[in-house]
C-alpha cells in the first residue's frame, strides 16, 4: 500500500535561513507525490508535484522537492524562509489507482524573526 | 482558476441535529469531489468520493448513512451529518477535480473547510 512520512512534526527556522521538511515514502510502483501547504482559515493550496518527469520539481513561492528514488524520498525545500511560509505542510502520494489522495501527518514550519 | 468554497465556514449545532455543507466549485466543472475529515492537529483523512451524478464510494470506517453525499451537479455537493454527536465535531473539507478551460486535470483543488462543532 502506498502511504508518505513525515519525519519532523515542527520545524523551526529563522526568517531567511533555509528551509527542510522531510518526506519518505513507500510505494510499489512509480508515485506520483505532492507538497500541499495549509494556511489557518485557507484552502490547502498545492506547491508542487512529482509525475515521474524531472526529478527535481520546482514549485510556487520558491519552494522545490527533489525526487529520490534510491533513498524513497521526496524533501521539501526553500533557500530562505520569509513569515509568510509559516503553516502546515503535507506530503501527499496519489493511491494505486491514482484515484484519491494519501496524507502525511503534516509538518507544522515555524518562522521566527 | 480553480477556486472552491465551503458553506458555512464554521457552524455550530445541538447534539442530534442534522447539518448540511456544500462544496462548490466556482469556475470549472468538477467531475469528482472528495470529502475529508481534519482532527485537530492530524492530517486528512478521506471519506468519501462522489462523481457527478453517480453515488458515492466510501472509506472503510464511514458510515453512509450517517453522513450523506450528494453530488448533483458539475459544480455542487453537499455533505449533510445526520444526527450529529459531539465526536462528529471536526474540521470538514471538500475537494474537486474536473475539467479546467477544456482540459482535464487530476490535480484536486480544496475547499478553505468547515468547522463543526456539536454541542
Known amino acids: 500500500a502506498q502511504s508518505v512520512t513525515q519525519l519532523d512534526s515542527h520545524v523551526s527556522v529563522s526568517e531567511g535561513t533555509p528551509v527542510l521538511l522531510r518526506c519518505n515514502y513507500s510505494s510499489s510502483y512509480s508515485p506520483s507525490l505532492f507538497w500541499y501547504v495549509q494556511h489557518p482559515n485557507k484552502g490547502l493550496q498545492l506547491l508542487l508535484k512529482?509525475?515521474?518527469?524531472?526529478?527535481l520539481v520546482k514549485g510556487i513561492n520558491g519552494f522545490e522537492a527533489e525526487f529520490k528514488k534510491s533513498e524513497t524520498s521526496f524533501h521539501l525545500t526553500k533557500p530562505s524562509a520569509h513569515m509568510s511560509d509559516a503553516a502546515e505542510y503535507f506530503c501527499v502520494v496519489f493511491n494505486q489507482a491514482g484515484t484519491a489522495l494519501i496524507f502525511g501527518k503534516g509538518t507544522t514550519l515555524s518562522v521566527s524573526s | 482558476g480553480a477556486v472552491v468554497s465551503q458553506h458555512p465556514s464554521w457552524v455550530i449545532c445541538k447534539s442530534g441535529t442534522s447539518v448540511k455543507i456544500e462544496c462548490r466549485s466556482l469556475?470549472?466543472?468538477?467531475?469528482?469531489m472528495f470529502w475529508y475529515r481534519q482532527f485537530p492537529k492530524q492530517s486528512l483523512m478521506l471519506m468519501a468520493t462522489?462523481?457527478?451524478?453517480?453515488?458515492?464510494?466510501?472509506e472503510q470506517g464511514v458510515e453512509k448513512d450517517k453522513f450523506l453525499i450528494n453530488h448533483a451537479s458539475l459544480t455542487l455537493s453537499t455533505l449533510t451529518v445526520t444526527s450529529a454527536h459531539p465526536e462528529d465535531s471536526s474540521f470538514y473539507i471538500c475537494?474537486?477535480?474536473?475539467?479546467?478551460?477544456?482540459?482535464?486535470?487530476?490535480?484536486?483543488?480544496f475547499g478553505p473547510g468547515t468547522r463543526l462543532t456539536v454541542l
Open positions: 469556475d470549472f466543472q468538477a467531475t469528482t
Open positions: 462522489s462523481n457527478e451524478g453517480s453515488k458515492a464510494t466510501y
Open positions: 475537494s474537486a477535480r474536473g475539467v479546467i478551460a477544456g482540459v482535464s486535470t487530476d490535480t484536486q483543488y
Open positions: 512529482y509525475t515521474s518527469a524531472a526529478t
